[in-house]
């Protein structure tokens, strides 16, 4: 199985500020990368698939890069709406596996 | 407006059977590819079945196989998981979730039902 290790685990930043988020695949997964968001008590949401690529309806703050078995999620401009857990999934190879989430707070 | 709608969850002993069912509308079923996915509690995702739109293509993880049965009802648009053989750690919140068309994301999840498995 493609392991994902997602990092930091969590992170506290200020409103307004940029954020990252990485993740490394135990194997190349040709930018068959997804991010997702999690508010609390909430279903994830698509935010970005084929390592770069916006959801329909995301807000242009979010995007994503990467290639081979590294990849990030960035946030511009942190609003307190984006307080949630954010995954990535690689769905290059079943099982599909994620990474095991960070937790995004506002400072 | 896509909606993703489950059912039948709730506290079953090991050992037992259990039955989700995952009420679709909004969209045209028979089109997409549908999976489950779980969240143990406080825990991250693990992808537990994936389907063909015509059934005839079932995917799942080494920790299911065997015990638990994707399956669907085009007719109906409806989406179920037979979960057999219920373990503890198969406790966890239950989503049905929508493939992002050619790509193997998921667009659309249903809001979660949950399963708890314990004596």
């Known amino acids: 199985d493609i392991r994902m290790t997602q990092s930091p685990a969590s992170l506290s930043a200020s409103l307004g500020e940029t954020v990252n988020i990485e993740c490394l695949a135990s194997?190349?997964?040709?930018?068959?990368l997804a991010w997702y968001q999690q508010k609390p008590g909430k279903s994830p949401q698509l935010l970005i698939y084929?390592?770069?690529s916006l959801q329909n309806g995301v807000p242009s703050r979010f995007s994503g890069s990467g290639s081979g078995t590294q990849y990030s999620l960035k946030i511009n401009s942190l609003q307190s709406e984006d307080v949630a857990t954010y995954f990535c999934?690689?769905?290059?190879?079943?099982?599909?596996?994620f990474g095991s989430g960070t937790k995004l707070e506002i400072k | 407006e896509v909606q993703l709608v489950e059912s039948g969850g709730g506290l079953v002993q090991p050992g037992r059977s259990l039955k989700l069912s995952c009420a679709a509308s909004?969209?045209?079923?028979?089109?997409?590819?549908m999976a489950w996915v779980r969240q143990a509690p406080k825990k991250g995702l693990e992808w537990v079945a994936t389907i063909s739109t015509s059934g005839s293509r079932t995917y799942y993880p080494d920790s299911v196989k065997g015990r638990f049965t994707i399956s669907r009802d085009n007719a109906k648009s409806s989406l179920y998981l037979q979960m057999n053989s219920l373990k503890s750690e198969d406790t966890a919140t239950y989503y049905c979730?929508?493939?992002?068309?050619?790509?193997?994301?998921?667009?659309?999840w249903g809001q979660g039902v949950m399963v708890t498995v314990s004596s």
């Open positions: 999934q690689q769905y290059n190879n079943y099982p599909f596996t």
């Open positions: 909004g969209f045209t079923f028979s089109n997409y590819y």
């Open positions: 084929n390592a770069n």
């Open positions: 979730a929508r493939r992002h068309g050619g790509y193997r994301t998921f667009d659309y």
């Open positions: 194997e190349d997964i040709y930018s068959d």
